[in-house]
């Protein structure tokens, strides 16, 4: 998955619809891709201003950005209620854009922004939530600053001079005022009546409370600017005053914030869906609309999910009958596979070292078989890294982070090491085709690096279009031989697939069927073989993110379908390379802009 910074990403973009109103289309050319060009321009000149965060993960806070490098975004309610309004405003400006005078290349971009920008103003008519994103908590086990700030200012922020460090200083300081500005939406979230389940404040106040208790002189907060300063030799007592912040500044604030949450346990339920919220049921259709991109509703999603779980274990039951395994349900015997000598490795720091360093090996590996199926191959690197222990009792197994624009960080992605038992050694290598190449890397950095595509065109995204292509990644894997004497890999190949269909299962059966927490763990549990730690946090998930976790088999289902359809039509002038450069090369785009982009791709190659 991408981690919720990503999307943030998106969500800051459709932020950045902001100013652009009659005046821009007032002084546009005639011609209608100028017109949209100047749109976009604008949209992307707002976006860039308005959030010091975005600056930083493109790599663009030097030079003339350089002084935003010391804030951190505006997380206010004021800063939400303005946004809301300048993306009602850009979108209706956004419509006076004549389409059909476009080019083709240019209606792509078109469709693209206006559905995001459409989307996000269903999202702004609910009281709750964060506007855009479609989570209807902004403060949860997986949302809020405390859980993504301190990686955001370990990794993302640079620190290569003492203007560096001071300005790392400086959004230390400032993190406290976002703290404050979030609790006050916490607040204004309980007023609206979306106070989160009981399970989600608990997890979330739990993981403040590590935080709050540890020694804060070893917090991320405090040792990375001591850490990297050192590193480049820059002279100050960086730790102590960062040190200093964090106690008198941090800390406290974080703490109002964990009260403030935990006020709202006497009135939660242990219901996980958003239809107990006020307009919840059409909550959850923005959230499937938001993250699919499709008209798919809970119940279709439902059935989708059942369907494709029963055709998956079918296809698992035999593989796991070719190696020996036939007592017990698919699950249990997929469960059974981690038990194997050998499989697991060490719960130790050491074994951690040696799980990441085996990662990287079979990420040399499916690399090097890349130039026989794309056209086109990322320039940025690609690292994978441990996920921080301060927030990995409530983070998901494995995310990505994109690069920066100008080649100065390069991908990432993470795997949450928590407890090495949820990562037997048969699942891995699907890990990372999943993240890395040739999928969420390959993807994204792709997007990134395409040199005549407008910025904005280079941030968007859709989580249908990238989950789905990560999943697509797995199976191609498959398909070129990354398993030809690995048949416990290919079993965890099919039992991944499968867990993204349980996802559909479970993602509407906690918001259109109101199943309980412990209904969708124990359908995973018994379906997966997984085991219960890591199946509660996956659930707990998909109850603060309604409709993310059916953005995957959608999406990879959709991309599977269109190559198919192009293979019957074009027979022998099919060509794999072109088909993964083509849907490529559309950037992160709704699946219904996919599917045009690939039918005129199939036209031009039929002649």
């Not at 790599?59 to 209620?81: F, N, T, V, W, Y």
């Not at 005053?241 to 939660?268: H, K, W």
């Not at 999603?301 to 998956?312: F, K, R, T, W």
């Amino acid at each position: 998955m991408l981690d919720r910074r990503r999307f943030l990403l998106t969500t800051a973009a459709g932020a950045g619809l902001a100013a652009t109103g009659g005046a821009a289309f007032a002084r546009a050319a005639s011609d209608a891709d100028t017109q949209l060009t100047g749109v976009m321009d604008t949209i992307t000149q707002d976006l860039l201003l308005s959030s010091p965060e975005l600056l930083t993960m493109l790599g663009m806070d030097k030079g003339p950005g350089a002084a935003m490098k010391s804030r951190l975004d505006d997380r206010s309610i004021a800063k939400q209620e303005a946004d809301k309004a300048k993306v009602m405003a850009s979108v209706a400006a956004l419509n006076r854009v004549d389409r059909e005078a476009l080019s083709p290349r240019f209606k792509v971009y078109h469709d693209t922004v206006k559905f995001f920008g459409e989307t996000a103003v269903e999202g702004y008519s609910f009281p709750y939530g964060g506007g855009m994103f479609p989570s209807p908590y902004t403060v949860s086990q997986l949302g809020g600053a405390y859980q993504s700030t301190p990686d955001f200012l370990d990794s993302q922020h640079s620190i290569d001079t003492a203007e560096d460090a001071e300005a790392y200083l400086s959004r230390l300081s400032a993190l406290a005022t976002v703290f404050d500005q979030e609790t006050e939406r916490v607040r204004a979230d309980f007023a609206a009546g979306a106070v989160p389940p009981d399970f989600v404040i608990q997890r979330a106040t739990g993981q403040m409370g590590t935080i709050l208790d540890a020694d804060p002189a070893g917090l991320t907060l405090v040792t990375s600017v001591a850490r990297r300063a050192a590193e480049k030799g820059l002279q100050g007592d960086w730790a102590a005053r960062a040190l200093a912040i964090v106690n008198g500044e941090v800390l406290p604030a974080l703490a109002r914030q964990r009260d403030t949450l935990a006020s709202g346990l006497p009135n939660a339920t242990h219901d996980a869906g958003c239809w107990r919220l006020p307009n919840g049921e059409a909550y959850y259709d923005y959230g499937l609309k938001f993250y699919t991109t499709s008209t798919l509703n809970g119940q279709e999603i439902h059935d989708m999910g059942l369907e494709q779980v029963a055709e998956l274990s079918a296809r698992a039951d035999e593989l796991l009958k070719a190696q020996g395994l036939t007592q017990g349900t698919v699950g249990e015997r997929i469960a059974s596979i981690g038990s194997l000598q050998g499989q697991t490795y060490p719960n130790t720091d050491a074994a951690k070292e040696q799980l990441l360093a085996d990662l990287n090996a079979q990420m040399s590996t499916v690399m090097a078989r890349m130039p026989e199926y794309f056209g086109r191959l990322p320039t940025s690197a690609c690292d994978i890294r441990r996920v921080p222990k301060e927030i990995e009792a409530g983070a998901p197994g494995g995310y990505y982070q994109p690069p920066s624009l100008d080649g100065s960080r390069p991908g990432a992605y993470y795997i949450n090491l928590r407890d090495t038992a949820e990562w037997p050694k048969f699942t891995l290598p699907t890990l990372t085709y999943h993240e890395a190449v040739p999928g969420h890397h390959f993807q994204i950095a792709l997007q990134q690096e395409k040199t005549d595509t407008p910025l904005l065109l280079k941030v968007l995204g859709f989580s249908a279009y990238t989950e789905g292509w990560g999943l697509y990644a797995e199976q191609l894997a498959d398909e070129i031989g990354m398993y030809e004497n690995d048949p416990w890999g290919r079993i965890g190949c099919i039992q991944s697939l499968m867990f993204r269909a349980a996802r559909l299962v479970v993602d509407s059966g906690l918001h259109y069927k109101r199943w309980s927490r412990e209904q969708g763990i124990r359908y995973m549990v018994d379906t997966l073989g997984d085991q219960e730690t890591s199946i509660a946090t996956e659930v707990e998930r998909y109850a603060v993110w309604p409709g993310q976790a059916s953005s995957y088999k959608v999406g990879h289902t959709t991309w599977v379908r269109l190559r198919e359809e192009a293979k019957t039509t074009l027979g022998d002038r099919f060509d794999i390379k072109g088909f993964h450069d083509a849907g490529l090369d559309a950037g992160g785009v709704p699946l219904t802009v996919l599917e045009r982009v690939i039918g005129d791709w199939v036209a031009s190659r039929r002649g």
